[in-house]
């Protein structure tokens, strides 16, 4: 994975000096627009939109959506005393930190707790510690359980089951969303899967460069992203 800045640099670059690049999807579709000029009629597919919210940090923050305008989101959820995929997961989000930390205005990692309760900041703050989870662009979010659970089935479709985000109710999964800089979904991955961490980290790249591209001097700003200077 130390070759995950490199590699996902040099495919960029080469995809758009060739101006022809994979721009990932849109996920959940809400409804189809019909739209009529004159005798003409088109149709418009209207996808989801991730609404705002507002959590806790591991510094003691509040925060929203508001406070990551423009940049891509990565959402997983987690918590603190998992045994099991938690840790994992965690690495490989670092490991994509590190891809885009000299870039912090571009990427915003946010890690939600499905254990809110027990997660407090002060143990959000020591498992960041512990996992070198540096806050500029990596958020670990406490707050209200069912606030959380209603995002993680309802917003972000995590979770095929429903619940009510009571003491009895639980989300667990190793699933990566890939939100844009309009809140649109634009990705699922399998934060275990090493291949699906290179996949991911190339398409946060995409979607943030996608609608500077044709801009004058775009070619050499994409190179200095990825050389790190």
Not at 13 to 25: F, S
Not at 84 to 98: A, E, F, W, Y
Request: hydrophobic share 35%; with cysteine.
């Amino acid at each position: 994975m130390a070759i995950l800045v490199p590699l996902t640099g040099y495919l960029i670059v080469d995809h758009y000096g060739k101006n022809v690049v994979p721009i990932p999807g849109y996920y959940i579709p809400e409804r189809v627009d019909t739209i009529t000029k004159g005798s003409s009629i088109t149709y418009d597919t209207v996808f989801h939109k991730v609404r705002d919210f507002e959590m806790t940090n591991q510094l003691g923050q509040k925060v929203s959506l508001k406070d990551m305008e423009g940049k891509v989101l990565l959402i997983d959820f987690f918590f603190t005393s998992c045994p099991g995929i938690c840790p994992t997961l965690t690495k490989n989000l670092r490991k994509i930190q590190s891809a885009y930390l000299k870039n912090d205005t571009l990427l915003q990692i946010l890690s939600f707790s499905v254990d809110p309760v027990r997660d407090s900041v002060e143990k959000l703050r020591k498992y960041a510690y512990d996992y070198q989870v540096n806050p500029d662009n990596w958020w670990l979010l406490t707050g209200d359980k069912k606030e959380i659970y209603d995002l993680a089935r309802h917003e972000f479709f995590v979770s095929v089951t429903e619940g009510d985000g009571g003491p009895d109710d639980f989300v667990h999964t190793e699933k990566l969303v890939l939100i844009d800089k309009n809140r649109n979904i634009r990705g699922y991955y399998n934060g275990l899967d090493s291949n699906a961490i290179k996949q991911c980290a190339s398409d946060i790249a995409t979607l943030y460069l996608a609608k500077d591209r044709h801009r004058p001097g775009f070619m050499q700003f994409l190179k200095k992203l990825f050389s790190g200077g």
